[in-house]
T-cell receptor
Framework: AQRVTQPEKLLSVFKGAPVELKCNYS??????LFWYVQYSRQRLQLLLRHISRESIKGFTADLNKGETSFHLKKPFAQEEDSAMYYCALGPDTDKLIFGTGTRLQVFP | EADIYQTPRYLVIGTGKKITLECSQT?????MYWYQQDPGMELHLIHYSYGVNSTEKGDLSSESTVSRIRTEHFPLTLESARPSHTSQYLC???????????FGPGTRLTVL
């Protein structure tokens, strides 16, 4: 079955601390993985996708096919990073399967 | 400017009313989607469309219906709203051959 698991509903860190938001997926084919972010009172927007291999706002994510993971990382969290983060899997059926989301709180 | 528009942004109505949530996009995308999301919770796909006259039900069963008569327009209708329909509804679109989806601002629906 195709599934995305985000084990943490809430992740709280202090400003300047490293952040890792976990995402594991279940899919037998070649996956396409995304991270979406939803800031307070803003629409859901793409943060990054694995095929672009970019660093956006200091965030990176590496696809690990062996561990079926796509964890989102940032070495030094900022208060403006506080938001809901959703990992999404794009199988070849043109639909996205979203995880349950992780709320990141960055305290000053 | 290329964007996705949803109206109304907020809607409070009584039980039994018929409502239509509007979604339009000027992105030139073929694929469009409707999600249901409770605040801070996961997204559930309820409808999607690959193009004009194409509509499919999503993973979450919904009493709503959709239509796709024009490429840029993908309205969602509830014939008889109930309190259980209270939620946020997100519209999204994507280009053919690409899985990246672009989201509208959402409609927050409250049924009393």
């Amino acid at each position: 079955a195709q599934r995305v698991t985000q084990p943490e509903k809430l992740l709280s860190v202090f400003k300047g601390a490293p952040v890792e938001l976990k995402c594991n997926y279940s899919y037998s084919g070649s996956p396409e993985l995304f991270w979406y972010v939803q800031y307070s009172r803003q629409r859901l927007q793409l943060l990054l996708r694995h095929i672009s291999r970019e660093s956006i706002k200091g965030f990176t994510a590496d696809l690990n096919k062996g561990e079926t993971s796509f964890h989102l990382k940032k070495p030094f969290a900022q208060e403006e990073d506080s938001a809901m983060y959703y990992c999404a899997l794009g199988p070849d059926t043109d639909k996205l399967i979203f995880g349950t989301g992780t709320r990141l709180q960055v305290f000053p | 400017e290329a964007d996705i528009y949803q109206t109304p942004r907020y809607l409070v109505i009584g039980t039994g009313k018929k409502i239509t949530l509007e979604c339009s996009q000027t992105m030139g995308h073929d694929k469009m989607y409707w999600y249901q999301q409770d605040p801070g919770m996961e997204l559930h796909l309820i409808h999607y469309s690959y193009g004009v006259n194409s509509t499919e039900k999503g993973d979450l069963s919904s009493e709503s219906t959709v239509s796709r008569i024009r490429t840029e327009h993908f309205p969602l209708t509830l014939e008889s709203a109930r309190p259980s329909h209270t939620s946020q509804y997100l519209c999204a679109s994507s280009d053919s051959g690409d899985n990246e989806q672009f989201f509208g601002p959402g409609t927050r629906l409250t049924v009393l």
